[in-house]
């Protein structure tokens, strides 16, 4: 029997289970040990969304001395945010708080690259995104925006960047591709470095996914030729489909809340559409309880839809106790979920105004 | 017996002897029958020096009808300009002293890619060979100046063009690369259409050796996928080095009169290392006469060293005849070349003023 190994490029991934066995095939450190030191650490932290990094430690010094540091993160406009995006935004708006500086990449050679998608309709989402990152905390006083199309410092250092690299090391780094695909590759270092080549060194922290991994890995490669200091990444895990697949992704349009959409419709997706792991019975279900780890609505609760770890706890206690119900809890799951949506909205009216401003609309 | 095929490839050539038949291999257009609609045609169209064009008509059109046109040129940065430089020059100065409007770019994404030039470095030999260019008759109030490192428009451009191409279109073109020999082209076809993408559909020619072909061919295909004008090229022949090697290249410096080097030098190599085809004696030479066609000195004359094409005619008969001996004729050579350089240092003294304006020193 061979063991399944896990595989991950940085343009697709596959399914996966075990977190803690990427850590080591991958040589990243894990979070866990880290979290003690961080300054009020939020949900995504505290509950090991976040499960690992590369150089965090300079980071959390950095919070710590109040040494300057930069947020670096780059955001494909390829569809609108779902309740899975949300936890980068976490992320970026808690740096931030802690004295980052956010650099924010609308990613459209990527989207163009990756998705086909032209430049200028990669930009109604673009600002569709950016409304969300606003309403949910990101304050745009204290944020930089640009395109990639537009940034003579990214398009240039992708020029740059394509003579530190060979096809066969690209081939091995993301397997093959088209030119257009690696380009959008050195495109993404450029973003990444874009501060320091414009102001010189700085710690800099990129939150993604950990399909991500292999471009913080190249970029670190990169900073060091060009005498500049490496990233940091964490990298946290994906929220799965509500239906019970394995990423919540945006190329699969079945089983994601997205930010923008009514209450309502979010309700009617959890109600009918969410994967439990809940018994045939609600006699068995009393009997052996529920399965909150494999359960999507659970999933909703623990990526943020529950702010407070108590009350987590105490949800999870009941489900897998078999004191807890599906049907109420996915009634409960759709009041916090109509809730923060409202909320969400009425906030995404009020950023809407700034993204004016952040992001004029091209000719 | 197997034929030999001309082998041209956009970084490389081999070497070329029957210019009548690339013509029929590439389906370029040969030249002849076009000049002598050309309003004043100088001495490198006249004769056959370009030889070759793909769509020059509607150049020809432009300069008869005084619709507006461009003369797009990239000058790669990693050497000083030679006198077979000149002919290319010589064209912009004509094409721009009839109505076209000179874009001139700097090509150091270029130099960087094929020569590993760093983007400083090659600022100091732009700037030399913009003043060549002046001196040699560019106007440079009608010219635009940029840097491929420092042009947004065709830094996106590259980056858009890449989804036109595939990895299989680019090989079957350009042969097997690296990515940064391949991103280096497609600057260049965002220098090509950049005139198109910032002001809107223009009549452009590019004048170039006939190793580029396949970027013209290449930036044909693009300019029509974006509803562009795809742009006419014409094809010089290029000038042999001295010692009687194939191509007069910037990378074999032996056999090279660099336009900013003394008369004196420049005397020296053509009276120690220029080949002739001078028969062995003097006697013999009286006899079966001098070999104008293979002889590098009247390749000097006939590539813009005479201007007066009666001149020209009646040197080449007294050689071919055996009239002239290659002592007297290099002595000649050497005379009319000292006239020149003097003169041309002149010039680039002036011109050295307003490169300042032109292209700024890099920090």
């Known amino acids: 029997m061979t063991e399944k190994k896990n595989v991950i490029t940085a343009f697709g991934m596959s399914d996966i289970k075990d977190y803690d066995k990427l850590i080591k095939e991958f040589g990243v450190s894990p979070m866990t040990s880290l979290v003690r030191y961080m300054p009020d650490p939020i949900a995504v932290y505290r509950r090991g969304i976040v499960f690992a990094h590369r150089d965090f430690d300079m980071i959390i010094d950095a919070m710590e001395k109040q040494i300057p540091f930069v947020v670096m993160t780059g955001i494909k406009p390829s569809n609108f945010f779902h309740f899975g995006s949300k936890i980068v935004v976490d992320q970026l708006a808690y740096l931030q708080k802690h004295g980052g500086k956010v650099v924010f990449a609308v990613a459209d050679v990527e989207s163009l690259a990756d998705n086909e998608m032209p430049l200028k309709e990669a930009d109604a989402i673009a600002r569709d995104n950016i409304m969300d990152c606003i309403a949910l905390g990101l304050d745009p006083k204290k944020t930089e925006f640009y395109r990639q199309s537009e940034d003579l410092t990214v398009l240039r250092a992708a020029q740059v ?18 030119l257009k695909i690696y380009n959008a590759a050195l495109v993404q270092m450029g973003d990444i470095l874009k501060p320091q080549l414009e102001n010189g060194k700085v710690r800099t922290v990129v939150p993604v996914g950990f399909d991500q991994d292999p471009h913080i890995r190249l970029v670190r490669d990169i900073a060091k030729k060009h005498k500049l200091v490496p990233p940091a990444g964490t990298y946290n895990k994906f929220m799965g489909s509500l239906t019970g697949s394995a990423k919540m992704s945006k190329r699969e349009p079945e089983g994601l809340i997205f930010l923008n959409e009514s209450a309502e419709l979010a309700c009617r997706k959890i109600k009918k559409k969410a994967f439990t792991g809940g018994r045939n019975t609600p006699e068995e279900q009393r009997q052996l309880g529920g399965q909150p780890d494999i359960c999507k609505v659970y999933e909703l609760y623990k990526f943020g839809l529950i702010e407070d770890d108590k009350e987590l706890t105490e949800l999870y206690k009941r489900c897998a106790g078999g004191k807890l119900m599906c049907g109420d809890c996915k009634n409960l799951a759709c009041k916090k979920m109509t809730a923060f949506l409202n909320q969400h909205h009425k906030k995404r009216k009020q950023a809407a105004l700034s993204v004016n401003r952040i992001l004029k609309t091209k000719a």
């Open 161 to 178: 960047f394509a003579s530190n690299v060979t096809n066969n090391m690209l081939k091995a780094i993301y397997g093959l591709h088209e």
